[in-house]
Nanobody, 123 residues
Framework: QVQLVESGGSVVQEGGSLRLSCIVS????????MGWFRQAPGKEREFVAL????????DYADSVKGRFTISRDNSANTVFLQMNNLRPEDTAVYYC????????????????WGQGTQVTVSS
């Protein structure tokens, strides 16, 4: 059983920064491609960023390119999302997911999810 636990969400002012963490247990972390998604009230869960299991290749949603950075530490079974220059429209619950599919940007391609962490950006 794979378990994911996110942390690091908070209330921050516009232009501020946050670093989210997601710790994975129960299976070989290095086997999975990892992704961050977010879900705002009344909206569907949307892709934010992904990092491949090998070589650490990354991809981002256009809305966060240049502001967010995803990284992983395979020795610590952890994936991170560094978020800079935050905007009110970044307000959402952020989820990390584990996938066996390379380059996965769809919710259905992720087999495991964490419980989410709330990020609120005030203007």
């Amino acid at each position: 059983q794979v378990q994911l636990v996110e942390s690091g969400g908070s209330v921050v002012q516009e232009g501020g920064s946050l670093r989210l963490s997601c710790i994975v247990s129960g299976s070989a972390f290095s086997m999975y491609h990892m992704g961050w998604f977010r879900q705002a009230p009344g909206k569907e869960r949307e892709f934010v960023a992904l990092i491949m299991r090998r070589f650490g290749s990354t991809d981002y949603a256009d809305s966060v390119k240049g502001r967010f950075t995803i990284s992983r530490d395979n020795s610590a079974n952890t994936v991170f999302l560094q978020m800079n220059n935050l905007r009110p429209e970044d307000t959402a619950v952020y989820y990390c997911g584990a996938s066996s599919y390379s380059g996965a940007k769809e919710v259905g391609q992720y087999a495991y999810w964490g419980q989410g962490t709330q990020v609120t950006v005030s203007s």
